[in-house]
C-alpha cells in the first residue's frame, strides 16, 4: 500500500510541476517590422511538445492583425494570442487557414471568439466539416486532454485561382488561392510592403514534403512555380526556417520534381509499383527530416498518380 501511494504522489508531481503550453510556446520571430513568426521543430505532434511542430505567424497593421494559421489546439491559439497582445492591442480581425491540416485550423474558435473572421479555401473547408470533429479527437487524444471542441468554420470561402486583399492599416495582404499541393485548397498570404509570404505547406525546408492522397504532387509543382510571380525577399514554410525562394528549391522543387519524372517514365515503361518505388534514387534528400517515415509513402502516391494520369 506504502509503495502505491508513493507511486501515485511521484506521478501527481509530475503533473503538477509539467509545464503547460502558456509557458512553453515560444516568442515569435519578427520577419519584418510587420510581420512575426513561430518556427516550429521537427517531428509529430506529442504530448511534450503541446502539438508544436509547424510554422504560425501574424502581421500587424496600425488598425488590425491577421493570424496565419491558429494552431492545435484551443490552447495553443491562447498561447499565440497572449504573445500577440504582448506586441499590440490591435484587434484582430482575420485568421487566414492556409490549409486544411489540423495544426491550420483547430484553434479557430478562439480567434473567432476574438472577433476574427476565418478564411480558408472552399476546399479545406469542405475538409473541415467533414473530417473536423474526428481531427478534434484525435489531437485531444494526442494531447492527452479530455476533450476540446470541434474548430470553428471558416466565414469566408476563396474559389481556386481566386485573390483576396486585407487591409490592415499600413499593411495589405493579398491571399491567394493557389490549388492542391501538400492539400487541396492551398491558401499563400503576401504581406505588403513587408515583401513576406506564409506560403504554408507548398514549402517544406529542413524535411522531407509529404504526399498524401488529399494532395497531387503534379498540382504542388505549380503551385509553387506560382510563388515565383512573387517580389518576396522572405518565405515562410509550412515546416522548416524562412528564407529566399531559392532556398526550397532543393528540398521541395527538386525532391518533388525528381519523384513525379521517375514515377511518369515507371509507369510508361510498365514497370510495377514495387519496383518503382525501390529504383527512386532519393539520395541526394536523405538527410531531410522524417525521410524514413516519408520517401516510401510519398513514391507509393506519385505511382498512383502518375499511373491515373496515364490510363
Known amino acids: 500500500m506504502k509503495a502505491l501511494l508513493r507511486s501515485l504522489s511521484f506521478f501527481a508531481g509530475l503533473l503538477s510541476t509539467s509545464p503547460s503550453l502558456a509557458d512553453t510556446f515560444p516568442e515569435p520571430r519578427p520577419l519584418s517590422p510587420h510581420a512575426w513568426a513561430w518556427i516550429g521543430p521537427y517531428g509529430g505532434p506529442t504530448r511534450e511538445n503541446g502539438g508544436f511542430r509547424m510554422n504560425l505567424g501574424f502581421i500587424v497593421g496600425t488598425q488590425s492583425v491577421a493570424i496565419i494559421d491558429s494552431g492545435y489546439s484551443p490552447d495553443m491559439a491562447q498561447a499565440m494570442l497572449r504573445h500577440v497582445r504582448k506586441l499590440t492591442a490591435a484587434p484582430i480581425r482575420y485568421v487566414i487557414n492556409t490549409n486544411s491540416q489540423p495544426h491550420r485550423f483547430l484553434g479557430n474558435r478562439v480567434f473567432g471568439a476574438a472577433g476574427a473572421q476565418i478564411l480558408a479555401s472552399r476546399e479545406a473547408a469542405q475538409r473541415m466539416a467533414n473530417d473536423g470533429r474526428a481531427m478534434a479527437a484525435q489531437a485531444a487524444s494526442t494531447l492527452g486532454v479530455t476533450s476540446f471542441a470541434a474548430p470553428a468554420a471558416p466565414d469566408r470561402l476563396l474559389a481556386a485561382g481566386e485573390t483576396v486583399e486585407l487591409d490592415l492599416g499600413g499593411v495589405v495582404l493579398r491571399v491567394r488561392h493557389l490549388g492542391t499541393a501538400h492539400t487541396k485548397g492551398s491558401l499563400v498570404v503576401e504581406s505588403h510592403p513587408d515583401r513576406v509570404v506564409f506560403a504554408g505547406d507548398i514549402l517544406y525546408r529542413g524535411r522531407l514534403p509529404a504526399l498524401i492522397p488529399d494532395g497531387s504532387v503534379r498540382a504542388w509543382l505549380a503551385a509553387y512555380e506560382a510563388l515565383r510571380a512573387s517580389d518576396a525577399a ?17 528540398p521541395t522543387r527538386d525532391y518533388l520534381a525528381r519523384l513525379a519524372a521517375h514515377m511518369d517514365e515507371a509507369v510508361k515503361k510498365g514497370i510495377d509499383l514495387e519496383s518503382a518505388k525501390a529504383s527512386f534514387d532519393a539520395a541526394p534528400w536523405k538527410t531531410l527530416a522524417n525521410f524514413a517515415d516519408l520517401n516510401g509513402r510519398n513514391a507509393y502516391q506519385a505511382f498512383l498518380e502518375s499511373e491515373a494520369e496515364n490510363f
Open 234 to 250: 522572405v518565405f515562410v514554410p509550412g515546416h522548416g526556417a524562412p528564407g529566399p525562394l531559392a532556398d526550397f528549391e532543393h
